[in-house]
């Protein structure tokens, strides 16, 4: 069993750059110290993962290739799209491509959150529950929100954490035609290249529509961030959670 960090890639999530307009994730602009939060969200995560895993879109996995090699990162395993089929087939990826007892904290990192031990301990208290068969979503928000109340104007990152196993067996409990068509997807891919033909097959569904809205595994950490960098950390049931 491992523990690994996976980051994925929304097409959503996108702005349109130079003359021809070309699509870029959010994740790999620039932003704090010049760095993108992509580079950040590997560098500063170091101490809660054994593996890296990058799930992305043909679109753009040259990008996030050139970033992890420009922070020294070599030793990682990538899934690469060959088209957009929404958060639920990036998440199943990401669980085929592991053991089954491996956890796995997943997330799309938009915005650079500070990370201090407070960061660390809810990420840490969120593997624990996970180890117990949760599904774990982690919100971190800005400290001016009301205790318990979210914004997603205010959400700074989420991050989904779980075994693999247990995420499949939910998929297929809810969602049995996303779970097959990536498994298919998944066994058939060329190295790290997922085929088109059964890619576009995949069904299109949020994570939150196929799994976190039905599950009954589902347990919510809400985190708020302080002038200080500190977080005040408050537990919320599956139904508290706002898709």
Known sequence: METKFVIIQESSNQELLGANKRPISKAFLPKAQGKSPFEIAVEVNK?????????GQISN????RSLLMKIGIYNYEEIIEACSKNTAADFAFAAFASSQEDVLFVTNPIFSVPVNDYYNNTLRHAKRLADQGDIVVVDFY?????????DHEDLLQRVYCFKAS???DELLKHEPDTYYATKRAHFKKSGSFINEILNDLIPSHSIEEAVIDKSDKVKGINAFINVNDHYQINNFSSDQIAS
Request: proline share 0%; aromatic share 16%.
């Open 47 to 55: 101490g809660l993962y054994d593996s890296l895993m990058i799930v």
């Open 61 to 64: 996995f040259k990008y996030s």
């Open 142 to 150: 800005k400290e001016e929100l009301s205790l318990g109340k979210k």
């Open 166 to 168: 247990t995420f499949l």
